[in-house]
C-alpha cells in the first residue's frame, strides 16, 4: 500500500473552480486543502466497516434469527 501523497488530475468545470476558490478565500486555505477535505468527506460517507455497519441490523425484527433462517429455507 502506497503512504504519502500523490499528485492526481481533476476536471473541473468553471463554476466549480470559481466556487472552490471563493470557499478557500473565505477558510483561508488552498485549493488543494479543500479537494483533499472533500476526498476525506466522501470516503468517510462511502467506505465503511462491512461489520460496523450490520451490527444491530436484527435489533428491530421481532423474529428469532434462527426461526428466520428455518422460515425461509422451507420456501424452497
Do not use: C, H, P
Not at 33 to 46: G, K, S
Not at 53 to 58: N, T, V
Not at 70 to 75: A, G, K
Amino acid at each position: 500500500m502506497y503512504i504519502g501523497s500523490m499528485r492526481i488530475l481533476v476536471d473541473l468545470d468553471e463554476t466549480q473552480i470559481s466556487e472552490l476558490d471563493q470557499l478557500a478565500r473565505e477558510r483561508k486555505v488552498s485549493r488543494a486543502a479543500l479537494m483533499r477535505e472533500a476526498v476525506a468527506d466522501f470516503l468517510e460517507r462511502n467506505v465503511g466497516d462491512d461489520a460496523e455497519e450490520a451490527f444491530g441490523l436484527w435489533a428491530e425484527r421481532n423474529e428469532d434469527g434462527l426461526a428466520f433462517q428455518e422460515r425461509v429455507r422451507s420456501e424452497w
